[in-house]
């Protein structure tokens, strides 16, 4: 990670030493890199370069205000999947007809602000939803731009909670079903047709089941379009995975490179290409700073007992993921084989396992590649206040999310009588 690295013996995030940035705000602390986001967005943008293209940031990886403003300012468009990511995005600065709205259960007040403020696209992912969708702009007097999600049935070979392109999932309608619920959006007065979309999983380390998904897909454009229906857009949705531990994923401008090929290749590279990509833009961005309260030696086990905990570092507990953990501040001597693990009390709350360290009480440890899926994800559990936000620009480091006091977490609570 060129933006997190060490000089000396200090970790640094860009011209910030994070020892420092620990000091002055506490722990536990995100602090993301500005560049890093930028960088990975560059790669992208290499890829399209000359192209019609809409890079749409999957903002449910990290949906902090000043997370959004960078890419906003980018020139991004967003991937929404609430009524509450959509106030989010507008409050951040993003141009409404950039974004585009995703997920299985889009409520008829969701629809109706998202006509309302004119988004993009709505990425339905039902024909029920269809229904209602054009019920609900007929009833404002619009017609609401609609793209329909389509399973390639292709397995992106990552963990099954975060796969979701296959046959049997929640999401998207079939491949076989996508003609006639085509023809059904098409005859729906509500409704403009204006685009296809797709989305395989997340965390996906390997270019085929984007290879093979992007001809499912072109076969299903040209079927479409064969039968009247003109398709304005082609969206090929996210997932493309980043370096937990020592992960290989295709650079976006490579993998770009051979799917555009495929493209070119079939007569759509006139078509707007958007795509949703979330944890490749921040994921490796960002870092939790975290301190060492405890050290439990033991026979079969020792722990290392930190400040941080799965409420806002969930993925070990949800998916068993691995973050990288490297000291602050590294010590020359004796190391010992730990499992790290947080305050809660669920053994579930663990960070890393068997992670060899040498630490002591005090020290600083850093969680690395947590810009995404851990701060939009935190939880108040046992009433833990979530973690302040940094976001570093160079030599500046700018608060952009305040720690949760506990009078923040009970403001909405009321005692009875
Ligand atoms: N588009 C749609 C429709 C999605 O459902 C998702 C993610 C994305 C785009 C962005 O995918 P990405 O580029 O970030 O892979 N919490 C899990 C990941 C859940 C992903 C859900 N959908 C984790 O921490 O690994």
Not at 281 to 307: H, M, R
Request: charged letters at 20%; hydrophobic letters at 40%; proline letters at 5%.
């Amino acid at each position: 990670h060129p933006h997190i690295a060490y000089r000396g013996d200090a970790l640094y995030i860009e011209q910030r030493p994070l020892a420092e940035l620990a000091a002055q705000h506490g722990t536990p602390l995100f602090v993301y890199s500005k560049a890093s986001m930028l960088s990975a967005l560059g790669a992208y943008q290499r890829g399209f370069a000359g192209r019609k293209a809409q890079i749409c940031y999957a903002m449910k990886a990290n949906s902090t205000l000043g997370v959004l403003q960078v890419f906003a300012q980018a020139g991004c468009g967003f991937d929404i999947v609430s009524g509450g990511e959509l106030e989010r995005v507008l409050a951040a600065g993003a141009e409404p007809g950039k974004v585009i709205f995703s997920g299985v259960g889009k409520t008829r007040a969701e629809m109706r602000r998202a006509l309302e403020v004119g988004i993009g696209c709505f990425n339905v992912e039902s024909e029920g939803e269809l229904e209602v969708l054009s019920e609900v702009a007929q009833a404002t007097g619009r017609r609401a731009p609609v793209s329909i999600r389509v399973n390639p049935n292709v397995d992106p070979k990552t963990h099954p909670y975060i796969s979701t392109g296959l046959k049997g999932s929640k999401f998207g309608v079939a491949h076989e079903d996508a003609l006639r619920i085509y023809q059904r959006a098409a005859a729906l007065p509500g409704l403009a047709v204006v685009g296809i979309d797709c989305h395989i999983g997340s965390q996906i380390t390997e270019e085929t089941p984007y290879l093979d998904a992007m001809d499912r897909m072109l076969d299903l454009v040209t079927t479409i379009e064969a039968a009247g229906i003109a398709l304005h857009h082609i969206d090929f949705g996210g997932g493309l995975g980043i370096d937990y531990r020592g992960d290989t994923p295709p650079e976006a401008d490579v993998l770009w490179h051979k799917l555009l090929a495929k493209i070119d290749a079939r007569g759509y590279g006139d078509r707007l290409l958007m795509i949703e990509p979330g944890r490749s833009l921040v994921g490796n961005a960002g870092v939790c700073v975290t301190e060492v309260l405890y050290l439990k030696p033991g026979e079969q086990k020792s722990f290392c007992v930190i400040d941080a905990a799965m409420n806002e570092l969930p993925r070990p507990a949800m998916y068993q993921a691995f973050h990288r953990i490297e000291p602050v501040s590294p010590r020359h001597g004796q190391t010992t084989v730990y499992d790290v693990v947080g305050p809660i009390c669920e053994s579930g709350d663990w960070i890393g396992r068997d992670r060899e360290l040498g630490v002591a009480p005090g020290d600083l440890l850093a969680v690395f590649s947590a810009g995404a899926y851990c701060m939009s994800m935190a939880s108040n559990y046992n009433t833990r206040g979530r973690p302040a936000e940094l976001l570093v620009d160079g030599d500046q480091a700018h608060l952009i999310r305040e720690r949760e006091s506990t009078a923040d977490q009970t403001r909405l609570e009321r005692l009875v009588g």
